[in-house]
């Protein structure tokens, strides 16, 4: 299948309450580490299926939202076509230390959506 969901990622006003919420809830193994810049990041395992990760909400004002990504060929050139097709670019393309590229768009209807695209290993 082309394009799938690669990545589900909750940003949260309560990092602490939510890692106990959801570690509750599911049999989810929450591995914490410092993914670049100082900012604390909670890798999601869910074992099958798409995994994905939790941090602080960075956006003042926001409420807490889960994220989906899409695996994405071409970084910059899904971004540009994301945007000609109507789409406002909320985060332009931003490397993710060793481990790819990512920007989150928001489509004509107001979703927002991730675009990824992981560095070859």
């Known amino acids: 299948m082309a ?3 690669v990545h589900v990622e909750l940003s949260t006003t309560d ?6 919420f959801y570690q509750s809830l599911f ?3 929450l591995i914490e580490g410092d993914f670049g810049g100082g900012m604390t990041y909670t890798m999601i395992d869910v074992g ?4 994905g990760g939790m941090m602080k909400q960075m956006v003042p004002g ?4 889960w994220l989906a990504y899409v695996l994405v060929d071409d970084i ?3 971004t540009a076509k994301a945007r000609s097709l109507g789409a406002t670019i909320m985060r332009d393309v931003m490397e993710v ?6 920007s989150i768009i928001i489509d004509p209807t107001g979703a927002y959506l991730g675009l990824w695209k992981p560095k070859a290993k």
Do not use: I, R, V, Y
């Open 3 to 5: 394009n799938p969901f």
């Open 15 to 20: 990092l602490d309450k939510a890692k106990s």
């Open 27 to 29: 049999d989810w193994q």
């Open 48 to 51: 099958e299926g798409t995994g």
């Open 62 to 65: 926001a409420p807490s939202a």
């Open 76 to 78: 910059d050139a899904a």
């Open 97 to 102: 230390m060793d481990a790819g590229w990512f």
